[in-house]
């Protein structure tokens, strides 16, 4: 699909840029990927809570799962049948 030069230039849109498209009923939208990616970082922004790091939640969750699996006791019992 050919974008023309004036709409790219609106959109912010250089060559190689990706793109995200969607039907509503019977048109095509066509929107930079970088806009909805900042649309949804604002919505995951507004959806966080205040002054809690969701990266820091995130790693903190990670090392309590680690550290549960490193304690887990597990007995395997391995049978070689020839």
């Known amino acids: 699909m050919i974008v023309p030069a ?4 609106e959109m912010g849109l250089a060559k190689g840029d990706a793109v995200i498209m969607e039907m509503h009923g019977d048109e095509l939208r066509v929107r ?10 604002e919505k995951l ?8 790091s969701v990266v820091d939640e ?3 969750e990670r090392r309590r ?3 549960a699996w490193a304690n887990l006791s597990i007995d395997v019992t391995i049978q070689v049948v020839r």
């Not at 004036?6 to 230039?9: L, S």
């Not at 990927?33 to 970082?41: D, P, V, Y």
Request: no cysteine; aromatic share 4%.
């Open 32 to 41: 930079p990927a970088k806009s909805a990616l900042k649309r949804l970082r």
């Open 6 to 9: 004036a709409f790219r230039k």
């Open 45 to 52: 922004r507004e959806a966080a809570p205040q002054g809690v």
């Open 58 to 60: 995130l790693i903190a």
């Open 65 to 67: 799962t680690d550290r």
